[in-house]
Each structure stands twice: as C-alpha cells, then as structure tokens.
C-alpha cells in the first residue's frame, strides 16, 4: 500500500484552478493559478518552493469536475 505525504485538491473551473495543498491534516496553503500551461507551470514552482520534498510519488492528486466543465474545450 502506497502512503501520501501530500493531499493536493484541485477546484477546476474554465478559467483557474484552485490548489489546496494539505499535509499531516492541516493545509499548507492554498494557490490560484490560471487554467492553461504557464499557470500549473506557476503552481508547480510555488510548491517546491512551500514545500521542497513533493513530488509524483508521495503525493495524491484529487479533483472533481463540474458537468458544464468537464464538457468544454479548454
């Protein structure tokens, strides 16, 4: 079985992403970027920078999609 050490929620909407980045039970911080490559490329960065050992392996990704958003070309 695999073990976390971060909880990163992602609130997706056509125009931003909102990222909220919890360890140990507690949030670490939350982070608006914009929906398009520059923006997660800008998230990233903030993260290593909040949180210098996160990376694909201990980290789980959640997020849900809204109908009308789930169906638009972004």
Known sequence: METFTLFIGID???????????????????YQSLNDQKGIESYVKHLKQQY???????????????????????
């Open 12 to 30: 997706i909407s056509k125009a931003t992403l909102d990222w909220a980045v919890v360890v140990a039970n507690k949030l670490l911080f939350h």
């Open 52 to 74: 210098p050992e996160a990376s694909f392996d201990n980290s789980l990704f959640c997020m849900e999609h809204t109908a009308q958003a789930a169906l638009w070309n972004i």
